[in-house]
């Protein structure tokens, strides 16, 4: 750097002058930035406690075993819930089974091993915008493929209809979140594993994706914490309302806690409408323990690195 560069790095008074008068107001604005943030959060958190308060006051006298373990009724002091948890643990069963494979197969296929084409790109393209598309479209597409074109295979209006729309729903988020974790991963650890003589398969198996396998899991429970709520996909395959037995196979007719909850909350009478908050709890607990254990495994990989 000779002495007219040295000259220009060096600020002038009057850009320093500048500099310390602009500082207050700096300030001003990254206080109020703060206090915003804050306030959205606190609106936020205030909102959730005061939803999950209303439930909890309405839900907790109606929940119990007999509850638990009893079939849908149209008498609102004998409904229980077991057919409607029963289906969503076959269907969330399935779907994770299907969708952590396949959606993270082709995360990995496309940011690891795919040429960069118009064709790659187009794949691309249209994955980030099928996470957009409305739930509804989804069922749409598991009627016509999966109840007809299918029947067949699936049965029908069946556990496995609804689990194969479930997947179709939610393998665009995993997708995304599988190649923002593998992106993630530096670029050094490739170099070093290919320099070694290591194959591609052999640095992703054995250095990338166990790195970025943490990251992978965060995008699953997401995406399985969307599937276990939703409601319009399984009523547009014919989920049915009212089911008074357990599901005894892939092919078996089903419903789903989401679905129950919908028809109690339909109903006039005020009965139904605290059952229905026992349902949401229910709802709720089943989330949880799913996304513990999610979490479990996710936090296990992360110390074994």
């Known amino acids: 750097m000779d002495v007219n560069d040295?000259?220009?790095a060096v600020a002038s008074p009057r850009q320093t002058d500048r500099f310390r008068q602009n500082l207050p107001s700096?300030?001003?604005r990254d206080r109020v930035f703060q206090a915003s943030a804050w306030l959205a959060t606190g609106i936020a958190v205030a909102v959730l406690v005061w939803l999950l308060l209303t439930i909890l006051i309405d839900g907790v006298g109606t929940l119990n075993w007999t509850f638990i373990t009893s079939y849908p009724s149209r008498k609102p002091e004998q409904a229980g819930i077991l057919a409607a948890l029963a289906g969503t643990l076959w269907v969330m069963v399935v779907v994770a089974a299907v969708t952590f494979p396949v959606g993270v197969g082709a995360g990995i296929y496309l940011e690891e091993f795919a040429s960069d084409s118009w064709l790659t790109r187009l794949i691309e393209i249209n994955i980030s915008n099928l996470a957009g598309v409305p739930?509804?479209?989804?069922g749409l597409l598991g009627l016509a493929a999966f109840v007809r074109l299918m029947e067949p295979v699936t049965g029908g209006r069946s556990v496995l209809s609804?689990?194969?729309t479930l997947t179709l729903l939610i393998l665009p988020v995993v997708i995304v979140a599988t190649r923002e974790a593998l992106r993630a991963v530096s670029n050094s650890i490739r170099l070093a594993g290919l320099a070694l003589g290591a194959t591609q398969w052999q640095v992703v198996w054995n250095h990338v994706l166990p790195i970025a396998f943490p990251g992978i899991l965060t995008?699953?429970?997401l995406a399985l914490s969307r599937a276990i709520g939703e409601t319009a996909p399984?009523?547009?395959?014919?989920?049915?309302t009212f089911i008074p037995?357990?599901?005894e196979g892939l092919q078996s007719p089903f419903t789903v806690l989401p679905i129950q909850i919908y028809n109690w909350i339909g109903r006039p009478q005020?009965?139904?409408h605290a059952i229905a908050a026992s349902g949401i709890i229910v709802l709720m607990a089943v989330l949880l323990l799913m996304n513990t254990l999610a979490i479990y495994l996710r936090n296990r990989f992360q110390k074994s690195l």
């Open 6 to 8: 040295s000259r220009s």
């Open 26 to 28: 700096r300030y001003s």
């Open 219 to 221: 995008g699953v429970i």
């Open 270 to 272: 005020d009965e139904f």
């Open 135 to 138: 739930s509804i479209i989804y």
């Open 162 to 164: 609804g689990a194969l």
């Open 234 to 240: 399984l009523i547009a395959i014919g989920a049915l």
């Open 245 to 247: 037995f357990l599901p």
